[in-house]
Nanobody, 125 residues
Framework: QVQLVESGGGSVQTGGSLRLSCAAA???????MAWFRQAPGKEREGVAG??????FYGDSVKGRFTISKDNAQNTLYLQMPRLIPEDTAMYYC?????????????????????WGQGTQVTVSS
C-alpha cells in the first residue's frame, strides 16, 4: 500500500519561501511523481512533475519553483521561492504507475493513482 505524506506548508508573506516534502512509503514502482495544487473554487492544477531525468512545470511557476526527488530516501521535494498570493492553495503530492510522464500528460490529475492528504500554503500580501 502506497502512502504519501506531505509536509512543509505554512503561512508566509509575499516574497517568502517554503520547501514542501513528500515522504513516499510503499512505493515499489518507479514512475512519475508530481505536485498539484488546488485553491478554493478552482480546479486542481499541475505545479511540477518529475519522471527520471525529465522535469515539468506549470506555466505559473516555471522559472520560480524547483521539483526534485531523493530516490534513496523516497522523498519528493518542491522548492518554492518568491511566493506570491496567487500561490495560495492546498498542495498535493501524487504518484502514478504504468504510464510515464511526458510534457503532454504529466499535468492530468486523473492519471495519478496515489495521493497525499495535502499541505496548505498561504501567501499574504
Amino acid at each position: 500500500q502506497v502512502q504519501l505524506v506531505e509536509s512543509g506548508g505554512g503561512s508566509v508573506q509575499t516574497g517568502g519561501s517554503l520547501r514542501l516534502s513528500c515522504a513516499a512509503a510503499g512505493l515499489t514502482y518507479t514512475s512519475c511523481m508530481a505536485w498539484f495544487r488546488q485553491a478554493p473554487g478552482k480546479e486542481r492544477e499541475g505545479v511540477a512533475g518529475i519522471d527520471g531525468g525529465r522535469v515539468f512545470y506549470g506555466d505559473s511557476v516555471k522559472g520560480r519553483f524547483t521539483i526534485s526527488k531523493d530516490n534513496a530516501q523516497n522523498t519528493l521535494y518542491l522548492q518554492m521561492p518568491r511566493l506570491i498570493p496567487e500561490d495560495t492553495a492546498m498542495y498535493y503530492c501524487a504518484a502514478r504507475r504504468g504510464v510515464g510522464c511526458y510534457s503532454w500528460n504529466w499535468g492530468r490529475p486523473s492519471d495519478y493513482t496515489d495521493w497525499g492528504q495535502g499541505t496548505q500554503v498561504t501567501v499574504s500580501s
